[in-house]
Nanobody, 133 residues
Framework: QLQLVESGGGLVQPGGSLRLSCAISGFNLDYYAIGWFRQAPGKEREGVSCISSSGGSVQLADSVKGRFIISRDNAKNTVYLQMNSLKPEDTAVYYC??????????????????????????WGQGTQVTVSS
C-alpha cells in the first residue's frame, strides 16, 4: 500500500508557526519528489512547495517565499513543511503528494515548478491549518 499521512496542523495565531509532517510508506522515497498543496474553502487546490528526491531542488510559491521552508529526511521517510509568519490567508487544508522523480525534473526543466495537482500520483488525506486570532 502506498500511503502519505500528514500531521502537525492546528490552530495558530497570526505571526505564529507550525511544522507539518508527511509520513510516507509503501514505496522508495528516493525515487519521488514531494509537493505540498493547500485548498481553502471555495478555492482550487494550489501548489505551495515541492522538493526533489535528493532535496537538491526546492521550489516555493510566491505567496510563501521567505516564510515557509520545505525539507525531507529520506531515512525517516518524512517530508516537512515549516510554516513561519503565518497569515489568515494561509488557512486551508494542506496535502502532501508524491510525483516520480523523472517527471518532476522533466516538468521543472520544461515549464517550471510542477504545480499541477494532476502530475502527482499519490496523495495524503490532508491536515487542517487555521490561522486566526
Amino acid at each position: 500500500q502506498l500511503q502519505l499521512v500528514e500531521s502537525g496542523g492546528g490552530l495558530v495565531q497570526p505571526g505564529g508557526s507550525l511544522r507539518l509532517s508527511c509520513a510516507i510508506s509503501g514505496f522508495n522515497l528516493d525515487y519521488y519528489a514531494i509537493g505540498w498543496f493547500r485548498q481553502a474553502p471555495g478555492k482550487e487546490r494550489e501548489g505551495v512547495s515541492c522538493i526533489s528526491s535528493s532535496g537538491g531542488s526546492v521550489q516555493l510559491a510566491d505567496s510563501v517565499k521567505g516564510r515557509f521552508i520545505i525539507s525531507r529526511d529520506n531515512a525517516k521517510n518524512t517530508v516537512y513543511l515549516q510554516m513561519n509568519s503565518l497569515k489568515p490567508e494561509d488557512t486551508a487544508v494542506y496535502y502532501c503528494a508524491a510525483v516520480p522523480s523523472d517527471v518532476f525534473h522533466k516538468v521543472l526543466a520544461g515549464i517550471g515548478p510542477p504545480w499541477d495537482p494532476s502530475e502527482y500520483d499519490y496523495w495524503g488525506q490532508g491536515t487542517q491549518v487555521t490561522v486566526s486570532s
